[in-house]
């Protein structure tokens, strides 16, 4: 009976500390395999089309070719004035939902009814709501979103 004392003693660490090593292996694992094989399917694409370009086919009545999602690339790509556009609602996004989080903090702690001022927690993720509202407006483009 010892024996499994001692044997629950010394795998319950390793147990804890391989569920964080397991996830990040597998994250990366699924980056990676994710990356292949959109990379295989533009390269199947662009064979296909080859193919069909040798044999005759008007390239203009070819579909086009599907593009691999390149992440922070993509954003390089873009417009100067899509990138704003983009950056602007993103800012806007986040002090809305930061704002409302704060105003519901604190409503939440001033109906707890504690009798000191826990309801004031609130007033930290509100204001930076409205800062990130304000820097919305600050980088929005000057023709409008």
Do not use: Y
């Amino acid at each position: 009976m010892n024996f499994i004392g001692d044997l629950t003693e010394s795998i319950m660490p390793i147990m804890v500390f391989s569920i964080p090593i397991v996830a990040i292996v597998g994250g990366i694992t699924m980056g990676i395999v994710r990356t292949m094989t959109q990379s295989r399917i533009v390269e199947n694409a662009q064979r296909e089309r080859i193919a069909a370009i040798q044999a005759g086919i008007d390239p203009s009545k070819l579909p086009p070719l599907p593009h691999a999602d390149l992440g922070d690339m993509a954003e390089a790509a873009r417009s100067p004035e899509e990138s704003q556009r983009r950056r602007t609602n993103g800012l806007m996004v986040g002090g809305i939902v930061t704002l409302f989080t704060g105003i519901g903090l604190a409503c939440f702690f001033s109906l707890m009814d504690t009798g000191s001022n826990t309801w004031a927690i609130g007033i930290i993720p509100a204001f930076i709501g409205i800062a990130l509202l304000l820097s919305a407006f600050l980088v929005r483009p000057r023709g409008g979103i």
